[in-house]
Each structure stands twice: as C-alpha cells, then as structure tokens.
C-alpha cells in the first residue's frame, strides 16, 4: 500500500540554525510530491511541490526540498530557521496516476524554534 | 478571493446528534475533498468529488456522508455522531489534474474543530 513516513515527530531546533525534515513514501512509480506547513489553529499552506525534471525545487519562505528516487526521500531543508517557522509540517504525497487529486499525507513534524 | 471557505470553525456536539460541515470554494475548482486530522496521524481522506454530481470514499468514509450539487458547495454530514469523530476536518480543493493524472495543487480551508461529548 502507498505511505509517506516522517520519521520525526518533533524536532527543536534554534532560530539560526539549518533545518532538514525527512519524508520517505512507498510507492512503485515517482509520485507527485508536497510539504506543507499548518501553523497553529490554521490551514496547510504548500511550502513547495516536485512534480518531475529539476529534483532540488524551491519554496516559499527560504524552503526547499530534494527529491532522491534511489531513497525514495523528499527532504525538505532551511539553511536558517526564524522562529516563525515554528509549525507543522507535513509531507504528502499523490499517485500521478489517481486521476483523482487524493493526498496521502505522512504523519507530520511539529518544529519548535529555539530563541 | 475567498479560497475554501469552512464552517462553522468549532462544534461541541453530543453522542448521537448529527451536523453538517459545511465547505464553500469559490475558485470554480472540479476537484474537492475532505480530510479528518488527527494528532500524530496526519490527515486521512474522508471522501471526494471529481466533480457535481460524483462523489467517492476515501480512507475513513465510515459515519459520514456527503453530497456535490453543485461545483462549489461540498458538505460533510454527521449522521450519529460518535466520540471516534472528534477530530479536526478540513475541506480543500484543486484546480487541475496534471497530464497523466496528477495532482497539481490542493488549496485548504482553515478547519472545523469537533468535538463530540
């Protein structure tokens, strides 16, 4: 069955300092991928998307991602974190053959920043 | 521009009521979902609608239901509400299907928090 896993449940980091979130899914063909972040009593915002070519996309607010097909990874990284970053953040992911638009999200990783 | 507009934001409602959520796009977006987050599960597919008039099951479609009459309306019904249904829902919508059939972007509301007592 299709999943996305993000290893890490909470991370603190200081304000300054690089970040890396991990995501990895299961799924036999390249899929369509997302981060998205949901601050507090908000919605999700997509920080960024990989849909197929470049496999180090930009995103919103200083963030970018990497995409390893040989690790079936998708990272998302900040080489420095303001505490405005402190949210959730959830990696998703569609199967580009749904026809569908359905996400398939992981679990999420809650971010503190440290001052 | 509104995006995916949900209400009511929060609902205490008590074991056995019933209540719709309501979810309004106004972004003339085919493709609408809905979506239960709960902590430390990410957020599971509840149903969606490829278009008016067509709706389908997700993941967790269990004790709910829900209707498409029109592109921009897509509503969540409760019918016997059960303390397993406290979550956060949210409602989103995407614009386009990539070539080949993928998405291109969701849009997300800001959420309803029920609660079920």
């Known amino acids: 069955a299709q999943s996305v896993t993000q290893p890490d449940i909470h991370i603190t980091v200081s304000e300054g300092a690089s970040l890396e979130l991990r995501c990895n899914y299961s799924y036999g063909a390249t899929p369509y991928l997302f981060w998205y972040v949901q601050s507090p009593g908000q919605g999700l915002q997509l920080l960024l998307k990989y849909f197929s070519g470049d496999t180090l996309v930009q995103g919103i607010k200083g963030f970018e991602a990497e995409f390893k097909r040989s690790q079936s990874s998708f990272n998302l990284r900040k080489p420095s974190v303001h505490w405005s970053d402190a949210a959730e953040y959830f990696c998703a992911v569609n199967p580009g053959s749904s026809n569908t638009g359905k996400l398939i999200f992981g679990q999420g990783t809650t971010l503190q920043v440290k001052p | 521009n509104a995006g995916v507009t949900q209400t009511p934001k929060f609902r205490i409602l008590k074991i056995g009521q019933s209540m719709t959520l309501q979810c309004a796009q106004d972004?003339?977006?085919?493709?609408m979902y809905w979506y239960r987050q709960d902590p430390g599960m990410g957020l599971k597919l509840i149903y969606y609608?490829?278009?008016?008039?067509?709706?389908d099951k997700g993941e967790v479609p269990n004790g709910y239901n829900v209707s498409r009459s029109t592109t921009e309306d897509f509503p969540l019904r409760l019918e016997l509400a059960a303390p397993s249904q406290t979550s956060v829902y949210f409602c989103?919508?995407?614009?386009?299907?990539?070539?080949?059939?993928?998405?291109?972007?969701?849009?997300f509301g800001q959420g309803t928090r029920l609660t079920v007592v």
């Open positions: 609608s490829v278009g008016a008039g067509i709706t």
């Open positions: 989103a919508s995407s614009y386009s299907i990539a070539r080949g059939g993928g998405l291109v972007e969701a849009f």
């Open positions: 972004m003339n977006h085919n493709y």
